[in-house]
């Protein structure tokens, strides 16, 4: 596709959080498998309900403006997701692993955060308030994710992970 207006941009952009979303989808299962903490399993297994919805705001926004949700692959979460895979591979279960999948998926929360922002910011300027709700609604519970996470890392898996290494 061929960006030559904001509208353009904005489909674009849209479509690569779309992807980005599905590939969130099939990446939250595996990382609550591999957490040893009930808390951060339980965070993961809700975040991926939201992501679920996340993704069909993204289609609804997609379809009435009339654009397809299929598009080029969204590097940049694959880049994450792999580089999370990878740490994974080399972490051995335990609070040391939980912290290293929170670090993983906060990277994720916070590339979300910036490209909903974005994409709420065109909508504004495009004069699609509806959509701007559903992406500011999208940008909060990214936001809020993110704080959970935080406080999940600062309270508990943290400190265990720095007393297993004592």
Do not use: W
């Amino acid at each position: 596709m061929k960006i030559e207006s904001m509208n353009d941009l904005y489909v674009s952009e849209l479509r690569d959080l779309y992807s980005a979303e599905n590939q969130i989808t099939k990446a939250l299962p595996k990382m609550a498998k591999l957490a040893s903490s009930q808390e951060l399993r339980d965070a993961f297994r809700e975040h991926l309900e939201q992501t679920r919805v996340h993704a069909e705001r993204l289609e609804q926004i997609l379809t009435k403006m009339g654009a397809k949700t299929r598009g080029k692959k969204c590097k940049g979460m694959e880049g994450l997701l792999t580089e999370g895979e990878e740490l994974a591979g080399e972490g051995e279960e335990g609070p040391v692993l939980d912290a290293g999948l929170i670090s993983a998926a906060q990277k994720v929360e916070h590339y979300e955060i910036a490209s909903y922002g974005c994409v709420r910011t065109y909508a504004q300027m495009l004069g699609d308030e509806e959509a701007a709700n559903l992406l500011q609604q999208t940008l909060d519970e990214e936001a809020e994710t993110d704080k959970k996470l935080t406080a999940l890392a600062e309270k508990v898996i943290n400190a265990e992970a720095v007393e297993t290494a004592e």
